[in-house]
C-alpha cells in the first residue's frame, strides 16, 4: 500500500463533526498510510461551535486555522481559497478531502483543483433542486471539481449521474475522469461510535436541563431562509410556541449563534417572550454528545439542519423539516420527514399529526453500515496504488 499525505478540510460544525469519523477511522486501520493534516478555515470559531468538537471527538488540533471568521459569501469564500492555496502549495498533499457543502468546500475545492491536487468529496451528488441555496452552488462546484466522489445515498449518486458522471469509468481517475461511489454516510458511524460514550452523561445532562425521555421536542433553526427573513422566523417560532403550551410539551432550542443574533437584532419582545415561556428552553449550542442525547430521548425532531435531519432517522424519531425541499429525500419517501417550510397551517399540522398518532413508523438502513469511513478510506489508498 502507498504512503499518502491527506488534507482534510473543515470549517463548520458539521464538518468538524464528519472530519473525527475520517480521523478516528485513520488511527485505527490506516495509520501507516495516511498522514492526515487538518486544515480549519475558521468558517466558525466560537468554542461551542468549534473547539468542543476537537476536544470531544479526540480530533488532534488542526495544524493550519486560516482564522476566517464570518463575513459575505465572497470575502469569506475568498479568503478561505487564498489561504488554502498557500498551504497546498507549502504542503503538496497527495489530495484533499472535503465534506458537504458549506462555503469552506467550495473554497477547498476551487483552490485544490486549479493547483491540480485530486478532490475527494464525501456527501457528493445531494441535490436540493433550489439554485438559490448557497449550499447548492457550493455542492455542485464541489462536485464538479472532485476526482473521487462518495455519494451518501442511491438518491445522491443517481443525481451525480444524471449530471454526466460514469460509474463505469476506469483508473486512472483525474478530475476530467472521475469516480463516483454509493457509499453509506459517515455520520451514520459516528452516532453509532458515540451514542455509546453519550450514555455516561445521559442523566446529569437531562437532568440539569429538568429534561424527561419523550417529554420534549428538539428544535434547531439556522438556514438563512429562516433566520434572515423576520417574518418566517417570527411566523416558526410563535407557530411553534403556541403548539407547546397548548399540548403541554417543551421544546428544547439549542440555538446558533446566526439564530441568536437575527432575534437580539430584530425580535427582541418576542426573544423576551420565548424566554419567558415555562414550555421553552432556548440553550446555547451543545456538544456533539450532548446533541445526541437530546435527539435520542425526545419526542420529536424539529429542524431545518441537514445533519440532525438524518440523526432522526438513526434515532427514530419523527421529524419536521423547516424546509420546501431536502437532500434527504428518502427521509421524506419514508413518511417520517415531513417538509413544512414556515407555513404555519403545514407546521402545526404535522406537528399535530406526529404527537397524536403512534404510526408505528419503520426507519430502515438508508446509511451503509457504520463503516463507510473505512471504505472510503480504502478507496483513496487504492487510486493511489493503481497509478
Ligand atoms: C454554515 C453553512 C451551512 C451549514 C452551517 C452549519 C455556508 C454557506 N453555510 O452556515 O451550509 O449548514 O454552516 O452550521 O457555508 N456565527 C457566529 N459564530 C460562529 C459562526 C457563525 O456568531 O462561530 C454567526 C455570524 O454572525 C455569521 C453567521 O453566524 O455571520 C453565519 O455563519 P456562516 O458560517 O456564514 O453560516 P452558517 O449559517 O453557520
Ligand atoms: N449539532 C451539535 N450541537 C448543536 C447543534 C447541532 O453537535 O447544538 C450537530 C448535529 O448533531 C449534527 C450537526 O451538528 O451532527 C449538524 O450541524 P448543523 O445543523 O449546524 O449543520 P447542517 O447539518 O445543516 O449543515
Known amino acids: 500500500m502507498p504512503n499518502i499525505k491527506l488534507i482534510n478540510i473543515v470549517g463548520a460544525r458539521p464538518q468538524i463533526i464528519k472530519a473525527s469519523a475520517i480521523s478516528r477511522a485513520i ?36 495544524q493550519y486555522n486560516l482564522g476566517v ?69 457550493n455542492r455542485i462546484m464541489s462536485d464538479h471539481s472532485s476526482t473521487l466522489l462518495f455519494a451518501p445515498t442511491n438518491a445522491a449518486f443517481k443525481n451525480l449521474m444524471s449530471e454526466g458522471f460514469r460509474p463505469e469509468n476506469s483508473p486512472p481517475y483525474t478530475i476530467s475522469n472521475p469516480k463516483i461511489y454509493l457509499t453509506g454516510d459517515i455520520m451514520y458511524d459516528n452516532t453509532l461510535f458515540f451514542a455509546g ?55 428544547v432550542m439549542p440555538f446558533h449563534p446566526r439564530t441568536i443574533i437575527s432575534l437580539k437584532t430584530w ?66 419517501n419514508n413518511g417520517t420527514a415531513k417538509l413544512v417550510g414556515s407555513d404555519p397551517d403545514l407546521i402545526r399540522k404535522e406537528f399535530l399529526n406526529f404527537m397524536d398518532s403512534d404510526p408505528g413508523f419503520e426507519y430502515p438502513a438508508f446509511y451503509g453500515n457504520g463503516k463507510t469511513a473505512e471504505f472510503i478510506l480504502n478507496e483513496i489508498l487504492l487510486m493511489f496504488e493503481k497509478e
Open 69 to 137: 471568521g464570518s463575513a459575505g459569501h465572497g470575502r469569506q469564500t475568498s479568503l478561505m481559497i487564498t489561504g488554502i492555496e498557500e498551504i497546498l502549495i507549502k504542503e503538496k498533499p497527495d489530495c484533499v478531502l472535503l465534506y458537504g457543502d458549506t462555503n469552506s468546500t467550495l473554497a477547498g475545492a476551487l483552490a485544490a483543483s486549479k493547483l491540480h491536487y485530486p478532490v475527494i468529496h464525501i456527501e457528493a451528488g445531494l441535490r436540493s433542486f433550489n439554485k438559490s441555496m448557497p449550499e447548492e452552488l
Open 267 to 332: 425580535l427582541g419582545k418576542l426573544y423576551e417572550d420565548l424566554k419567558n415561556c415555562a414550555h421553552i428552553k432556548i440553550i446555547p449550542p451543545v456538544s456533539f454528545l450532548e446533541m445526541i442525547l437530546l435527539e435520542k430521548n425526545c419526542r420529536m425532531i424539529v429542524t431545518d439542519s441537514g445533519g440532525v435531519q438524518k440523526e432522526s432517522h438513526f434515532f427514530k424519531k419523527p421529524c419536521l423539516v423547516l424546509r420546501k425541499e431536502t437532500e434527504w429525500i428518502e427521509l421524506v
Open 27 to 62: 488511527r485505527k486501520h490506516f495509520s501507516n498510510q495516511i498522514t492526515e493534516i487538518i486544515v480549519h478555515t475558521g468558517q466558525h470559531y466560537d468554542k461551542e461551535m468549534s473547539e468542543v468538537f476537537f476536544d470531544e471527538l479526540e480530533i488532534h488540533k488542526p
Open 197 to 251: 460514550l453519550a450514555e455516561k452523561k445521559k442523566d446529569k445532562f437531562l437532568e440539569g436541563l429538568s429534561l424527561i425521555r419523550n417529554n420534549y421536542v428538539l428544535v434547531t433553526i439556522h438556514r438563512d431562509t429562516n433566520t434572515d427573513d423576520i417574518t418566517v422566523l417570527n411566523k416558526i417560532l410563535v407557530t411553534l410556541k403556541t403548539l407547546a403550551e397548548e399540548k403541554d410539551i417543551i421544546l
